[in-house]
T-cell receptor
């Protein structure tokens, strides 16, 4: 089976930096995804990591350590519109990603 | 259309009725996925197709749930004899090639909110 763990909720201040962690235990590994989901909307793709290291994309970066079963999503220069749920999803042997329950990020002024 | 569309957006039905939920994927996308998402949870995999072939239906909760994609484009998820526990958001996603590697990511539709009374 697969187990994906991420914090339920985080709060941060506008303009700050926040790191959302995700740990996973899976049988096989084909990649890790991060999605953003605003309340009442569909998840939208943010990043994909298959090799160890940091992938940077504008204000968002994602890090992966396969040996530790660990990833994080780093959000810089936080904006109010970044308030959303952030979903970590791991693709293993069958390629179908398994989603974590998501981390609800609240950005306040 | 530009994205994945689903219909209806909202469905209220009485226990015991059958419902059919429709998904129209992005044109040209090979793979189509069905998920169920409870409030405050991540999407839970139900089934997926490559073209018209159902590749994996291991996530379907029981035999009241079925899905088809007869022409490799539009898909229908059918729930027979609905029960209150079936109430959830049902989401569809599509991807270009189905390998989920690199840029071949899933694009999600807006979902159908199903309420079983």
């Amino acid at each position: 089976g697969q187990n994906i763990d991420q914090p339920t909720e985080m709060t941060a201040t506008e303009g700050a930096i926040v790191q959302i962690n995700c740990t996973y235990q899976t049988s096989g590994f084909n990649g890790l995804f991060w999605y953003q989901q605003h309340a009442g909307e569909a998840p939208t793709f943010l990043s994909y990591n298959v090799l160890d290291g940091l992938e940077e994309k504008g204000r968002f970066s994602s890090f992966l350590s396969r040996s530790k079963g660990y990833s994080y999503l780093l959000l810089k220069e936080l904006q109010m519109k970044d308030s959303a749920s952030y979903l970590c999803a791991v693709s293993s042997g069958g390629y179908i990603p398994t989603f974590g329950r998501g981390t609800s990020l609240i950005v306040h002024p | 259309g530009a994205g994945v569309s689903q219909s209806p957006r909202y469905k209220v039905t009485k226990r015991g009725q059958d419902v059919a939920l429709r998904c129209d994927p992005i044109s040209g996308h090979v793979s189509l996925y069905w998920y169920r998402q409870a409030l405050g949870q991540g999407p839970e995999f139900l089934t997926y197709f490559n073209y018209e072939a159902q590749q994996d239906k291991s996530g379907l909760p029981n035999d009241r749930f079925s899905a088809e994609r007869p022409e490799g484009s539009i898909s229908t998820l059918t729930i027979q004899r609905t029960e209150q526990r079936d109430s959830a958001m049902y989401r569809c996603a599509s991807s270009l090639s189905g390998r989920l590697a690199g840029a071949d990511t899933q694009y999600f539709g807006p979902g159908t909110r199903l309420t079983v009374l």
